[in-house]
């Protein structure tokens, strides 16, 4: 029996959802004013069928406008590792001169739990990325489950990497020696492993990895995790729908320790990783392996820059046209790509 079946089958209580007492007077004031007024009526995405929660258009409500880049072109790309349909990837493209040698490039992977989202999802940041990085940002439509299941976005994602090496490199005229990752949630986690298996392989060599509020460990629950039992009840992402997305993406429950499903039980030389910057919520089941994923680079003498977002659920940097932290931790990210990308001066292409 599914997923989906199994849910069908069960009585689920309706709207409205008031925010959680185990939350109400830890949770950042200005969301939970958003989320009594726009957000406590919805349906919640586990308990009603994925075609719905995808119908809606909308995956998080409360988002800032995107910021202005010269163009954004679509492009289809072939495979040339795994099978499969081509990969569908929207390329932002800075406004002013490109630099001699080429733009730098940040591959960027949406959120959605590995079930919704689409290439739009991610406009906002994307943009943002583009706009104020001074880079052309590709954001991947990578297949998602449970049509296409675990490691099917895996795959996708780093077709969209060697792409980028290749056709792209000419199409968008790109400088990929500065090459950047990143990602939101479940894109957070794919970033986190095409980085992995790039250091694993040998290349390519990334120079940033931005994770928002990533999915490092898919054997977390509550039983083994703290922030999973302290936020299990949190607003978004509480625990029951953190783990309906895992069985829809990794229903074989043997796969929930690869390391390509759960990047922070990697066991490969984690020296060779690109510095990070890693936002996560303070009231977010994910808090605790975002971190642990931070202090392993930091063990390994890599960079990694963790923001614990303070009364801050799992959604706050899509929330960027509500949130104070959504504004702030966009800003996080553009500022390390800009400094990344452009570090013998202050001064970029305008």
């Known amino acids: 029996m599914s997923v989906e079946q199994r849910h069908s089958q069960r009585v689920h209580p309706l709207p409205p959802y008031p925010l959680h007492q185990s939350v109400v007077d830890r949770i950042d004031p200005q969301y939970a004013a958003f989320y009594n007024k726009h957000i406590i009526s919805n349906q919640q995405v586990h308990l009603q069928p994925i075609a719905r929660s995808r119908a809606s258009g909308t995956l998080i409500q409360g988002a800032g406008p995107s910021a202005p880049v010269a163009k954004v072109e679509d492009y289809s790309i072939p495979r040339q590792e795994t099978k499969g349909p081509n990969v569908t990837a929207r390329a932002f493209i800075p406004q002013g001169p490109r630099p001699d040698k080429g733009w730098p490039v940040c591959v960027y992977f949406h959120g959605g739990g590995w079930v919704l989202g689409t290439v739009d999802t991610e406009n906002v940041i994307a943009s943002n990325l583009c706009a104020r990085g001074k880079s052309v940002v590709l954001a991947v439509d990578y297949r998602l489950a449970p049509e296409n ?93 953190m783990l309906w997305y895992r069985f829809h993406y990794l229903p074989e429950q043997s796969d929930w320790s690869r390391p390509e499903a759960s990047p922070l039980l990697w066991e490969g030389d984690w020296s060779k990783l690109p510095p990070a910057v890693i936002v996560v919520g303070e009231l977010d089941v994910l808090r605790d392996e975002g971190i642990r994923f931070g202090a392993k680079l930091r063990e390994a003498c890599v960079d990694a820059d963790i923001h614990v977002m303070k009364g801050q659920p799992h959604p706050f940097i899509a929330m960027d046209g509500v949130l104070d932290a959504g504004r702030e931790a966009i800003t996080y990210f553009c500022d390390a790509l800009r400094e990344t990308m452009y570090p013998t001066s202050n001064r970029v292409p305008s």
Request: charge should be neutral; charged fraction near 15%; proline fraction near 6%.
């Open 149 to 241: 299941r675990y490691p099917a976005a895996v795959d996708d994602c780093w077709e969209s990497v060697l792409w980028l090496l290749g056709q792209g490199k000419d199409a968008l005229e790109l400088n990929t020696s500065k090459l950047a990752t990143g990602g939101s949630s479940a894109g957070g986690n794919l970033a986190a492993i095409m980085c992995q298996r790039a250091a694993a392989r040998g290349g390519p060599k990334f120079s940033l990895q931005l994770l928002s509020v990533p999915v490092t460990d898919n054997t977390a629950d509550t039983s083994n995790n703290n922030s999973w039992r302290e936020n299990q009840h949190s607003p978004a992402l509480p625990a029951p729908k």
